[in-house]
């Protein structure tokens, strides 16, 4: 292991991320799973965002247990229960 006793210096760095907005979620769920439909994904993202705006936001329900938070993870959670429910039957088109 190293001695650091003698490190004259800290290296402090901060990191600014500016908060993700609709797009940003869309593009990332897109990359992440492109087997769903581009249409349900942005179905998805709005739930999200309303849930967010109603219980966080305007409090119009479940205001037990406040604060609550909706991001990429509810998200990315949903997305995997849909890409593991999906169904590929086989078919002929005549």
Known sequence: MQDLSNLSFWLLIQ???????QEDYLSICESKFPT???SLLSKLVLFNKR?????TVNQKFAKDGFPWE???RDIFRSCEII????I??????N
């Not at 590929?88 to 088109?93: E, R, T």
């Open 15 to 21: 990191v600014y991320v500016d908060e993700l907005v």
């Open 36 to 38: 769903i439909p581009q």
């Open 51 to 55: 849930m967010h705006e109603d219980t």
């Open 70 to 72: 909706f991001n990429l």
């Open 83 to 86: 890409q593991g429910s999906i």
């Open 88 to 93: 590929h039957i086989p078919f002929k088109l």
